[in-house]
């Protein structure tokens, strides 16, 4: 099957730090990859999508400066968050879509980030 | 109204009985149906996709689309206390109206106690 590769599974450091996640697919060529951030108990919040070699949307309310997203290749794409505060601590998880159309999308096993 | 509806829950059953999840949504372009399951502190798996109408089996695993009445469905057999986890159903159009965006639910968590 799809897998998608997120790394670091957990982050611990200081306010003021900024933080590089990197989302991969291994097995295929995303065209497309989406960052979404989860609260506890609570549902997937689109946070932007890319598409290959073109600037992210972003989701109304998400700060661009804040989060940026790059996607290089059909296989990588990372979310920096810059200059993090302790309100930035949630669970960061990205998903990747083939292609092929009209495929799933696949999910990476997600970032727990926390800010102190 | 939301897109995709989904009763978040929670879900309590014993261990073997037959587990039935359900969602309905709103947009009748929407033309692919998916199911995912997410453990605590895990990003969501794919477990079923299916196109139109229809039901698709795979193990002990079951989802069923009813397109005229807007409600798609996830049926688990003898369920098992490591079938514990949240569900999100999600669908999307395909394109047909300009949109690949996958719309979730917000997700039915499920216990089965052993």
């Known amino acids: 099957g799809a897998v998608v590769s997120q790394h670091p599974s957990r982050v611990i450091c200081k306010s003021g730090t900024s933080v590089k996640i990197e989302c991969r697919s291994l097995d295929f060529q995303a065209t497309t990859m989406f960052w979404y951030r989860q609260f506890p108990k609570k549902s997937l919040m689109l946070m932007a999508t890319s598409n290959e070699g073109s600037k992210a949307t972003y989701e109304q309310g998400v700060e661009k400066d804040k989060f940026l997203i790059n996607h290089a290749s059909l296989t990588l794409s990372t979310l920096t968050v810059t200059s993090a505060h302790p309100e930035d601590s949630s669970f960061y998880i990205c998903s990747a879509r083939a292609r092929t159309v009209n495929q799933p999308q696949h999910f990476g096993d997600g970032t727990r980030l926390s800010i102190l | 109204q939301k897109e995709v509806e989904q009763d978040p829950g929670p879900l309590s059953v014993p261990e073997g009985a037959i587990v039935s999840l359900n969602c309905t949504y709103s947009?009748?372009?929407?033309?692919?149906f998916m199911w995912y399951r997410q453990y605590s502190r895990k990003g969501p798996e794919l477990l079923m996709y299916t196109y139109s109408s229809g039901n698709k089996e795979d193990g002990r695993f079951t989802a069923q689309v009813d397109k005229s009445s807007k409600y798609i469905s996830l049926f688990i057999r003898d369920s098992q206390p490591s079938d514990s986890a949240t569900y999100l159903c999600?669908?999307?159009?395909?394109?047909?109206?300009?949109?690949?965006?996958?719309?979730f639910g917000a997700g039915t968590r499920l216990f089965v106690k052993a």
């Open positions: 947009n009748s372009a929407f033309q692919y």
């Open positions: 999600a669908s999307y159009d395909g394109g047909v109206t300009g949109g690949f965006k996958t719309i």
